[in-house]
Protein backbone atom coordinates (compact mmCIF):
# COMPACT_ATOMS: atom_id res chain seq x y z
CA UNK A 1 0.00 0.00 0.00
CA UNK A 2 0.78 3.60 -0.34
CA UNK A 3 1.36 4.19 3.26
CA UNK A 4 3.69 1.15 3.81
CA UNK A 5 5.67 2.32 1.24
CA UNK A 6 5.54 5.92 2.42
CA UNK A 7 6.65 4.41 6.10
CA UNK A 8 9.54 2.23 4.08
CA UNK A 9 11.00 5.40 2.08
CA UNK A 10 10.59 7.93 5.18
CA UNK A 11 12.59 5.79 7.38
CA UNK A 12 15.31 5.00 4.74
CA UNK A 13 15.68 8.90 4.03
CA UNK A 14 16.21 9.30 7.69
CA UNK A 15 18.93 7.58 7.52
CA UNK A 16 20.57 9.87 5.39
CA UNK A 17 19.07 12.54 7.51
CA UNK A 18 16.44 13.59 5.52
CA UNK A 19 13.43 13.53 8.32
CA UNK A 20 11.08 15.69 6.73
CA UNK A 21 9.94 14.83 3.11
CA UNK A 22 7.01 16.08 0.65
CA UNK A 23 6.00 14.13 -2.20
CA UNK A 24 3.70 14.92 -5.00
CA UNK A 25 2.59 14.14 -8.58
CA UNK A 26 0.08 15.63 -10.47
CA UNK A 27 -1.90 14.28 -13.43
CA UNK A 28 -3.50 17.76 -14.61
CA UNK A 29 -0.30 20.48 -15.25
CA UNK A 30 -0.75 22.91 -17.50
CA UNK A 31 1.46 25.81 -18.44
CA UNK A 32 -0.64 27.77 -15.78
CA UNK A 33 -1.84 25.60 -13.18
CA UNK A 34 -0.38 22.23 -11.65
CA UNK A 35 -4.35 20.85 -11.17
CA UNK A 36 -6.28 21.14 -8.21
CA UNK A 37 -4.26 19.87 -4.63
CA UNK A 38 -7.29 17.54 -4.18
CA UNK A 39 -6.42 15.54 -7.14
CA UNK A 40 -2.39 15.49 -6.24
CA UNK A 41 -0.94 12.13 -5.41
CA UNK A 42 0.65 13.95 -2.47
CA UNK A 43 2.97 12.12 0.47
CA UNK A 44 4.14 14.17 3.23
CA UNK A 45 5.67 13.32 6.89
CA UNK A 46 5.97 17.66 7.32
CA UNK A 47 3.72 18.96 10.22
CA UNK A 48 -0.04 19.39 9.53
CA UNK A 49 1.15 23.35 10.69
CA UNK A 50 3.46 23.56 7.68
CA UNK A 51 1.20 21.72 5.04
CA UNK A 52 -1.63 23.88 5.63
CA UNK A 53 -0.17 27.04 4.74
CA UNK A 54 2.02 25.60 2.48
CA UNK A 55 -0.59 23.77 0.46
CA UNK A 56 -3.56 24.77 1.67
CA UNK A 57 -2.78 28.88 1.55
CA UNK A 58 -1.26 28.29 -1.61
CA UNK A 59 2.53 28.92 -0.85
CA UNK A 60 3.50 26.32 -3.16
CA UNK A 61 2.49 28.00 -6.21
CA UNK A 62 5.54 30.62 -5.70
CA UNK A 63 8.03 28.01 -3.88
CA UNK A 64 11.29 28.93 -5.43
CA UNK A 65 12.45 25.11 -5.60
CA UNK A 66 9.04 23.76 -7.13
CA UNK A 67 9.70 26.24 -9.84
CA UNK A 68 13.19 25.10 -10.35
CA UNK A 69 11.33 21.37 -10.46
CA UNK A 70 9.03 22.31 -13.01
CA UNK A 71 11.41 23.61 -15.57
CA UNK A 72 14.00 20.71 -14.58
CA UNK A 73 14.85 17.14 -13.73
CA UNK A 74 17.38 15.55 -11.39
CA UNK A 75 18.78 17.01 -8.32
CA UNK A 76 19.27 20.38 -7.20
CA UNK A 77 21.09 21.58 -3.53
CA UNK A 78 19.09 24.01 -1.89
CA UNK A 79 21.99 26.40 -1.90
CA UNK A 80 21.12 27.26 -5.16
CA UNK A 81 18.60 29.44 -3.72
CA UNK A 82 21.57 31.30 -1.31
CA UNK A 83 22.96 32.39 -4.89
CA UNK A 84 19.59 33.64 -5.91
CA UNK A 85 18.80 35.28 -2.85
CA UNK A 86 22.49 36.78 -3.53
CA UNK A 87 21.52 38.19 -7.07
CA UNK A 88 18.41 39.33 -5.53
CA UNK A 89 16.60 37.27 -8.49
CA UNK A 90 13.66 36.01 -6.61
CA UNK A 91 10.28 37.95 -6.33
CA UNK A 92 8.24 39.16 -3.54
CA UNK A 93 6.26 36.19 -3.19
CA UNK A 94 9.11 33.93 -3.52
CA UNK A 95 10.97 35.43 -0.83
CA UNK A 96 7.57 35.79 1.64
CA UNK A 97 8.02 31.70 0.87
CA UNK A 98 11.99 31.61 1.66
CA UNK A 99 11.31 33.54 5.00
CA UNK A 100 8.05 31.19 5.84
CA UNK A 101 10.50 28.46 5.61
CA UNK A 102 13.36 29.83 7.48
CA UNK A 103 10.61 30.32 9.94
CA UNK A 104 9.31 26.21 9.94
CA UNK A 105 13.56 25.46 10.03
CA UNK A 106 13.35 24.23 6.29
CA UNK A 107 16.53 25.57 5.22
CA UNK A 108 18.14 22.67 4.34
CA UNK A 109 17.80 19.88 1.79
CA UNK A 110 17.51 18.78 -1.76
CA UNK A 111 14.79 18.64 -4.13
CA UNK A 112 14.39 15.53 -7.26
CA UNK A 113 12.26 16.33 -9.73
CA UNK A 114 11.49 13.17 -11.95
CA UNK A 115 11.49 12.66 -15.40
CA UNK A 116 8.15 12.98 -16.97
CA UNK A 117 6.70 11.15 -20.39
CA UNK A 118 3.86 13.89 -21.05
CA UNK A 119 3.36 17.38 -20.45
CA UNK A 120 0.52 16.76 -18.51
CA UNK A 121 2.50 15.07 -15.57
CA UNK A 122 5.30 15.85 -13.10
CA UNK A 123 6.42 14.43 -9.61
CA UNK A 124 9.00 15.95 -7.44
CA UNK A 125 10.38 15.11 -3.78
CA UNK A 126 11.44 17.85 -1.57
CA UNK A 127 13.95 16.29 1.30
CA UNK A 128 14.30 18.42 4.38
CA UNK A 129 17.21 18.01 6.52
CA UNK A 130 16.61 17.56 9.93
CA UNK A 131 17.02 20.63 12.02
CA UNK A 132 20.37 21.83 13.20
CA UNK A 133 21.86 20.10 9.93
CA UNK A 134 23.10 22.92 7.70
CA UNK A 135 23.61 22.84 3.77
CA UNK A 136 27.36 22.40 3.82
CA UNK A 137 26.62 18.93 6.09
CA UNK A 138 24.04 18.01 3.49
CA UNK A 139 26.00 19.03 -0.06
CA UNK A 140 29.00 16.94 1.91
CA UNK A 141 26.59 14.12 2.54
CA UNK A 142 25.07 13.69 -1.15
CA UNK A 143 28.80 14.21 -2.77
CA UNK A 144 29.19 10.66 -0.54
CA UNK A 145 25.54 8.89 -1.15
CA UNK A 146 23.95 11.29 -3.52
CA UNK A 147 23.52 9.08 -6.77
CA UNK A 148 22.36 6.13 -4.46
CA UNK A 149 19.26 8.58 -2.60
CA UNK A 150 18.79 9.62 -6.50
CA UNK A 151 18.12 5.90 -7.27
CA UNK A 152 16.28 5.52 -3.90
CA UNK A 153 13.93 8.10 -4.97
CA UNK A 154 13.25 7.43 -8.96
CA UNK A 155 12.42 3.62 -7.58
CA UNK A 156 9.64 4.76 -5.17
CA UNK A 157 8.36 7.37 -6.90
CA UNK A 158 7.80 4.66 -9.93
CA UNK A 159 6.56 2.50 -7.60
CA UNK A 160 3.69 5.07 -6.15
CA UNK A 161 2.65 5.28 -10.19
CA UNK A 162 1.68 1.48 -10.09
CA UNK A 163 -0.63 1.89 -6.60
CA UNK A 164 -4.16 2.60 -6.46
CA UNK A 165 -4.97 5.95 -6.21
CA UNK A 166 -8.56 7.61 -6.01
CA UNK A 167 -9.77 10.70 -8.25
CA UNK A 168 -12.79 12.27 -9.03
CA UNK A 169 -14.61 10.32 -12.12
CA UNK A 170 -15.11 12.01 -15.18
CA UNK A 171 -16.01 10.55 -18.69
CA UNK A 172 -13.62 9.88 -21.47
CA UNK A 173 -15.88 12.46 -23.56
CA UNK A 174 -15.63 14.82 -20.40
CA UNK A 175 -11.64 14.16 -20.35
CA UNK A 176 -11.06 14.75 -23.96
CA UNK A 177 -13.05 18.39 -24.11
CA UNK A 178 -11.44 19.44 -20.77
CA UNK A 179 -8.01 18.73 -22.27
CA UNK A 180 -9.14 20.84 -25.62
CA UNK A 181 -10.00 23.47 -23.30
CA UNK A 182 -7.07 23.31 -21.27
CA UNK A 183 -4.60 24.00 -24.92
CA UNK A 184 -6.51 27.26 -25.30
CA UNK A 185 -9.39 25.56 -27.80
CA UNK A 186 -12.67 27.62 -27.83
CA UNK A 187 -15.65 25.64 -27.61
CA UNK A 188 -16.26 25.66 -31.50
CA UNK A 189 -12.74 24.28 -31.89
CA UNK A 190 -13.31 21.46 -29.60
CA UNK A 191 -16.65 20.62 -31.21
CA UNK A 192 -14.61 20.39 -34.93
CA UNK A 193 -12.06 18.30 -33.34
CA UNK A 194 -14.16 15.49 -31.75
CA UNK A 195 -16.98 15.64 -34.12
CA UNK A 196 -19.99 16.97 -31.61
CA UNK A 197 -22.16 19.84 -31.27
CA UNK A 198 -21.14 22.99 -29.78
CA UNK A 199 -23.72 22.71 -27.69
CA UNK A 200 -23.20 18.95 -26.68
CA UNK A 201 -19.49 20.08 -25.42
CA UNK A 202 -21.17 22.90 -23.34
CA UNK A 203 -23.01 20.20 -21.60
CA UNK A 204 -19.88 17.98 -21.26
CA UNK A 205 -18.00 21.21 -19.85
CA UNK A 206 -20.85 21.93 -17.34
CA UNK A 207 -20.65 17.63 -16.30
CA UNK A 208 -17.33 17.79 -15.48
CA UNK A 209 -17.43 21.29 -13.80
CA UNK A 210 -20.01 19.59 -11.17
CA UNK A 211 -18.29 16.52 -11.11
CA UNK A 212 -14.72 18.25 -10.46
CA UNK A 213 -16.50 20.74 -7.92
Not at 64 to 84: F, Q, R, T, V, Y
Not at 102 to 129: C, D, E, P, Q, W
Not at 152 to 174: D, F, G, S, W
Amino acid sequence: TAEELWDLHTTKMAGYGFTRIIYAFTRYRTSSSLGDPQDWVLLTNQSADYMAAFVGEGMYFHAPMLGWALENDGACSWSWMKEMLNNDAFTPSELKVVEFNRKMNVTAGYTISFSSMSSRTKGAIALTAKEGMSQAEVDAMWDEYGDEIILINNVAHLKVLTLPYTTRHLTKRQREVLECVGDGKTTQDTADILGLTAATVEKHLRLAREALD
